[in-house]
T-cell receptor, first 113, second 117 residues
């Protein structure tokens, strides 16, 4: 059974710091992995999608890496800003009879001005 | 393309009432997935439906919850006799195919926030 975990559960950093969020999954048979951002009471905002054949994706200050063999992904946020404060979710899509998606519990990030 | 439409955005029900949540998939998508997000938690898979068929309901609570995706119209998630513990955000996603695209094919709705008082 695929399980997705995220460490840390919560993180508070001063503005300007670089930070890393971690996501682990138990079954490496995945199609892709995606990082989302969720603001309180809101829906999901897609950040980065990494195919299983890829090692990393970058968008602006965000960089996501994927090591499928070890079941790990990291989201790197450079020069954090108060506007980055949100919950960050990772999700994986499984190679099962259909493209089932499993989410991690999220990391709650607070960037202090 | 209006994307995945969920309504209502917010729903308040008293304990014991029924809640009906609607999800209209993206045009051309025939696969619908429902997820529940309890407070301070991630999204938990509930059910996967194709038109007129429930394919995987392994995440559905055994009682009071049901889902359908009729030939015509939106997918409905129905919760009978709601209790306080049903208060959560319910997200719907749709995809055009089942195999091989994974998250690349998924489009999520904005969710319905159910509050049981």
């Amino acid at each position: 059974k695929q399980e997705v975990t995220q460490i840390p559960a919560a993180l508070s950093v001063p503005e300007g710091e670089n930070l890393v969020l971690n996501c682990s999954f138990t079954d490496s048979a995945i199609y892709n992995l995606q990082w989302f951002r969720q603001d309180p009471g809101k829906g999901l905002t897609s950040l980065l999608l990494i195919q299983s054949s890829q090692r990393e994706q970058t968008s602006g200050r965000l960089n996501a890496s994927l090591d499928k063999s070890s079941g790990r992904s990291t989201l790197y946020i450079a020069a954090s800003q108060p506007g980055d404060s949100a919950t960050y979710l990772c999700a994986v899509s499984l190679k099962t009879s259909y493209d089932k998606v499993i989410f991690g519990p999220g990391t709650s990030l607070s960037v202090i001005p | 393309n209006a994307g995945v439409m969920q309504n209502p955005r917010h729903l308040v029900r008293r304990r014991g009432q029924e809640a009906r949540l609607r999800c209209s998939p993206m045009k051309g998508h025939s696969h619908v997935y429902w997820y529940r997000q309890l407070p301070e938690e991630g999204l938990k898979f509930m059910v996967y439906l194709q038109k007129e068929n429930i394919i995987d309901e392994s995440g559905m609570p055994k009682e009071r919850f049901s889902a359908e995706f009729p030939k015509e119209g939106p997918s409905i998630l129905r919760i009978q006799q709601v209790v306080r513990g049903d208060s959560a955000a319910y997200f719907c996603a749709s995809s055009p195919t089942t195999i091989g695209t994974g998250l690349r094919g998924y489009t999520f709705g904005s969710g319905t926030r159910l509050t049981v008082v």
